[in-house]
């Protein structure tokens, strides 16, 4: 297994509830007979990742379908804001459970699974407290990977899996295209939520600014990554279909009734853009369909 070297790879990148475009992402890559042998994931990109990692068939569309519009995926961010604030006076760390999400990974994996039990070999990304680092898992038990690669600060807890703890994989890699390049992969699909799509202005107040910052410390090692990219690796960005008129309400992040919505929108954009790059849009990684 330590000298596999994957041709194709799909990589997930996080963002919440806008990571349901990347359903729509992936339908249309399914669709054309574009397949992964290995698949990269952060944060709530992580569960689509896992989803297609353990069937990577057309038949996982509709298990994330399922899960994009579950009651376990609406429990994420649904408590109220009296039971958020009881649980930070008690914690003083989080404002979440994380039970929900650990509910969600059993639905879309059938129960707990390992990483050497999936179909497709599959990394997830987190963010090491202790080392101050990234973290790629790529072996044992999936869901405690999960749940690691989704503690989003201040809305969940850290995730402890062994003596270690972690926090959401976008912290340190929003958009995972260096663990597909490392892995040598040659041919990258890259799923993400949109926002890289969407131009920086000069922030004009306190929170403005705040988004700004976080919006550049996601993007920059994507950017990067990118601009490192080595001679011979293609790298193809699927389009998000655009932004939804609530994206910008302060609690767009819990606003999972849009996930059909955001998923079509995805569907609809990435299949132009994939018959416009049709020479590579027939290429399987040999799995039966």
Same mark, same amino acid.
């Given at each position: 297994?330590?000298?596999?070297? =994957? @041709?194709?790879?799909?990589?997930?990148?996080?963002?919440?509830?806008?990571?349901?475009?990347?359903?729509?992402?992936?339908?249309?890559?399914?669709?054309?007979?574009?397949?992964?042998?290995?698949?990269?994931?952060?944060?709530?990109? $992580?569960?689509?990742?896992?989803? &297609?990692?353990?069937? =990577? @068939?057309?038949?996982?569309?509709?298990?994330?379908?399922?899960?994009?519009?579950?009651?376990?995926?609406?429990?994420?961010?649904?408590?109220?804001?009296?039971?958020? $604030?009881?649980?930070?006076?008690?914690?003083?760390?989080?404002?979440?459970?994380?039970?929900?999400?650990?509910? &969600?990974?059993?639905?879309?994996?059938?129960?707990?699974?390992?990483?050497?039990?999936?179909?497709?070999?599959?990394?997830?990304? $987190? #963010? *090491?407290?202790?080392?101050? *680092?990234?973290?790629?898992?790529?072996?044992? =038990?999936?869901?405690?990977?999960?749940? #690691?690669?989704?503690?989003?600060?201040?809305?969940? !807890?850290?995730?402890?899996?062994?003596?270690?703890?972690?926090?959401?994989?976008?912290?340190?890699?929003?958009? !995972?295209?260096?663990?597909?390049?490392?892995?040598?992969?040659?041919?990258?699909?890259?799923?993400?939520?949109?926002?890289?799509?969407?131009?920086?202005?000069?922030?004009?107040?306190?929170?403005?600014? $705040?988004?700004?910052?976080?919006?550049?410390?996601?993007?920059?090692?994507?950017?990067?990554?990118?601009?490192?990219? =080595?001679?011979?690796?293609?790298?193809?960005?699927?389009?998000?279909?655009?932004?939804?008129?609530?994206?910008?309400?302060?609690?767009?992040?819990?606003?999972?009734?849009?996930?059909?919505?955001?998923?079509?929108?995805?569907?609809?954009? *990435?299949?132009?853009?994939?018959?416009?790059?049709?020479?590579?849009?027939?290429?399987?990684?040999?799995?039966?369909?």
């Amino acid at each position: 297994m330590n000298d596999y070297t =994957p @041709t194709t790879a799909f990589v997930f990148g996080g963002g919440g509830v806008r990571g349901a475009v990347e359903v729509g992402m992936l339908k249309a890559l399914l669709e054309r007979g574009v397949y992964p042998d290995l698949v990269v994931g952060t944060s709530v990109g $992580a569960m689509n990742a896992a989803a &297609l990692a353990q069937n =990577p @068939t057309l038949e996982v569309i509709d298990t994330l379908i399922e899960a994009w519009s579950s009651p376990e995926a609406a429990a994420i961010y649904g408590e109220g804001i009296f039971s958020q $604030a009881g649980r930070a006076l008690r914690t003083h760390t989080h404002l979440n459970s994380p039970e929900p999400i650990r509910q &969600l990974a059993k639905k879309i994996l059938n129960g707990d699974v390992s990483f050497e039990d999936l179909a497709v070999p599959l990394q997830v990304v $987190a #963010a *090491s407290i202790e080392r101050a *680092s990234e973290h790629v898992f790529a072996s044992g =038990p999936v869901i405690p990977a999960l749940l #690691a690669s989704t503690a989003v600060p201040g809305l969940f !807890p850290p995730a402890q899996v062994g003596d270690e703890h972690f926090i959401d994989g976008g912290m340190v890699n929003s958009i !995972p295209l260096s663990p597909a390049i490392n892995a040598g992969a040659k041919e990258i699909y890259v799923m993400q939520v949109g926002r890289i799509e969407e131009p920086l202005d000069v922030p004009r107040t306190p929170v403005d600014t $705040a988004r700004v910052a976080f919006e550049i410390s996601r993007r920059h090692r994507f950017f990067e990554d990118l601009e490192d990219c =080595p001679e011979g690796v293609e790298i193809f960005v699927l389009p998000s279909g655009g932004r939804l008129k609530k994206d910008d309400g302060p609690m767009a992040y819990k606003d999972v009734a849009q996930a059909r919505a955001r998923i079509d929108r995805a569907y609809r954009a *990435s299949a132009v853009y994939l018959a416009e790059h049709s020479e590579h849009s027939r290429r399987t990684a040999g799995y039966d369909t």
